[in-house]
């Protein structure tokens, strides 16, 4: 994981995509290609915190983002994550302890409404508190969605653990980080499609993946990604495209 000196940055874009990742992680001898090739199809990135919570608060801060210029889909996500909750709820969750979390949730979700801002949406990730809570909040949506749809991601469950165990251990303690299994039922949760561009070790160019929650529905040829982000190993950031 790496370390940042907020929980999304504020000002300091990085064109160059460069990063001091340990040869072990990410040699020397593909960063240069690899960087090149993002800077052909991206003009900037912002980084976020390396805290294992990174893919959470990237994509909350990416789609919020977005949605200040998309009021049609502001007006879904509101209604998909007001009644979320209960939903919740439905699967066990303590009240109590929800009510706090998705209250501040929506807290800054409604930072969208007009006049929202980027620079209002920094403020907020960077507020610890605010920051916490609202990755707290994803964290619960996956872990929902996994367990009320265990059938569906039990077989991709290592180690012999019921979908509730894995949840306990591996999705809802805040520091955990993130695989395909959770960028996958986070993007069914909510609805959203996104890209994640893999700068791994293999090849001279980064692998995009796009992560399409209609896939096998009458609506999957429409699901062009809403963001991009940038996965090197052990760590998500934010693209911009050009």
Known sequence: METNSGDVNQTTFDPTFQHPY????????????KSQDLKSRFKNLRKTRGDGNCFYRAFGFAYLETLLTNGKEYKRFF??????KDDLIGLGFPQFTL???HDTFMDVVKMVEKPGTT??????????????????????????HLQQ??????????????????CSQEVEPMGKESDHIHIVSLTKALQVPIC?????????????????????????????????????????????PL
């Open 79 to 84: 209604e998909t994550a007001q009644k979320s």
């Open 22 to 33: 340990s040869p072990a992680r990410l040699p020397e001898t593909v960063r240069p290609s």
């Open 196 to 240: 994640v561009e893999y700068m791994d070790r293999e090849g001279d160019k980064c692998n995009s993946f796009t992560f399409n929650p209609f896939e096998g529905t009458a609506d999957s040829a429409d699901a062009t990604p809403v963001f991009t982000l940038l996965y090197r190993p052990g760590h998500y950031d934010i693209l911009y």
């Open 119 to 144: 620079a209002a949406l920094v403020e907020a990730f960077n507020d610890g508190g605010l920051s916490d809570y609202f990755v707290v909040y994803l964290r619960l949506l996956v872990s929902g």
């Open 99 to 101: 009510e706090d979390f």
């Open 149 to 166: 749809n265990a059938d569906s991601y039990i077989y991709f469950i290592d180690g012999e653990r019921t979908i509730k165990e894995f």
